[in-house]
T-cell receptor, first 114, second 116 residues
Framework: GAVVSQHPSWVICKSGTSVKIECRSL??????MFWYRQFPKQSLMLMAT?????????EQGVEKDKFLINHASLTLSTLTVTSAHPEDSSFYIC??????????FGDGTRLSIL | DQQVKQNSPSLSVQEGRISILNCDYT??????FLWYKKYPAEGPTFLIS?????DKNEDGRFTVFLNKSAKHLSLHIVPSQPGDSAVYFC???????????????FGQGTRLTINP
């Protein structure tokens, strides 16, 4: 089945640091990748949708300059949390899909900002 | 505004019995629904989906039922097995399985525990 790899799985860093999270589709070409955020005991909330070679589409309330998304190839998308602060601590998870397929998810990244 | 709701945060079922997980939605534009299963420290795994043109879809031990008039769907697992213990998320989208799968709205999840 479709495999999506997300790295790193856990990050702890100081406030003000920028953190980059990678999302790779390992055995298929992902026409679209998605980035979600999940707070404890809440549902996955879509942050942005990215298509290879074009700018990401951000959901309402998500700061574009805070959460930089790059989708340079059909198998790789990155999310950079710039100048991270404690309120950015959360579980970030990506998904990817090829046409006519459901979204397949990575294992997520737990981000803790001290 | 929670458009997709899973009102039961947890459910406990005896092994071999039927597990029924429920999901309600409010947006009448939703026409494609999915169930995902999530183990701790792993990403959600796609289980089964249903389009609004159907009221039932079955795949092995998993069956999803859709009641459009009630804006309700349910996932039935029978017989339940210990490996089914996980968090189950329902998700919904508009614009059908192709375009609609571009944007999913998730419920809060239900933690299913299968007791031996």
């Amino acid at each position: 089945g479709a495999v999506v790899s997300q790295h790193p799985s856990w990050v702890i860093c100081k406030s003000g640091t920028s953190v980059k999270i990678e999302c790779r589709s390992l055995d298929f070409q992902a026409t679209t990748m998605f980035w979600y955020r999940q707070f404890p005991k809440q549902s996955l909330m879509l942050m942005a949708t990215s298509n290879e070679g074009s700018k990401a589409t951000y959901e309402q309330g998500v700061e574009k300059d805070k959460f930089l998304i790059n989708h340079a190839s059909l198998t790789l998308s990155t999310l950079t949390v710039t100048s991270a602060h404690p309120e950015d601590s959360s579980f970030y998870i990506c998904s990817a899909r090829d046409e006519n397929q459901p979204q397949h998810f990575g294992d997520g990244t737990r981000l803790s900002i001290l | 505004d929670q458009q997709v709701k899973q009102n039961s945060p947890s459910l406990s079922v005896q092994e071999g019995r039927i597990s029924i997980l429920n999901c309600d939605y409010t947006n009448s534009m939703f026409d494609y629904f999915l169930w995902y299963k999530k183990y701790p420290a792993e990403g959600p795994t796609f289980l089964i989906s249903i389009s609004s043109i159907k009221d039932k879809n079955e795949d092995g031990r998993f069956t999803v039922f859709l009641n459009k008039s009630a804006k309700h769907l349910s996932l039935h697992i029978v017989p339940s097995q210990p490996g089914d213990s996980a968090v189950y998320f329902c998700a919904a989208s508009a614009l059908g399985p192709i375009q609609g799968a571009q944007k999913l709205v998730f419920g809060q999840g239900t933690r299913l525990t299968i007791n031996p």
